[in-house]
């Protein structure tokens, strides 16, 4: 049986400049060795979506953070009851195309 190693704690200090950035959305991309999260603040009326954070990771340490994420959520609903997420808006595709009907072949009926 092999030992654990001892665990790392780690002091964590928080800067008293710090600010906190509200972000309402976030758009994921990733390259081969990199996942990229973009914070973006949307709000009403306004048109424009400031991005408020880039945070980049590793791909490992954004499942890392996924996991961790998933498990704070668990937590978060077992004290407060379940996060009631709204129905996700339709693609730009089901926007355009979402009314056409099709015929039996496929085609698109001559009244779409």
Do not use: C
Not at 15 to 32: F, R
């Amino acid at each position: 049986m092999n030992p654990q190693p001892p665990q790392r704690q780690l002091r964590l200090e928080i800067p008293a400049n710090l600010n906190a950035s509200y972000a309402n959305t976030v758009i994921i991309s990733h390259t081969q060795s990199e996942v990229v999260m973009d914070f973006i603040q949307v709000m009403p009326n306004d048109p424009r979506a400031r991005i408020q954070t880039r945070v980049v990771m590793t791909p490992v340490n954004a499942k890392l953070f996924l996991r961790a994420l998933s498990e704070n959520v668990t937590r978060f609903e077992e004290r407060h009851g379940e996060i009631q997420v709204p129905p996700q808006p339709p693609s730009l595709a089901d926007q355009l195309f979402g009314s056409m009907r099709t015929g039996e072949d496929g085609a698109p009926d001559a009244d779409s």
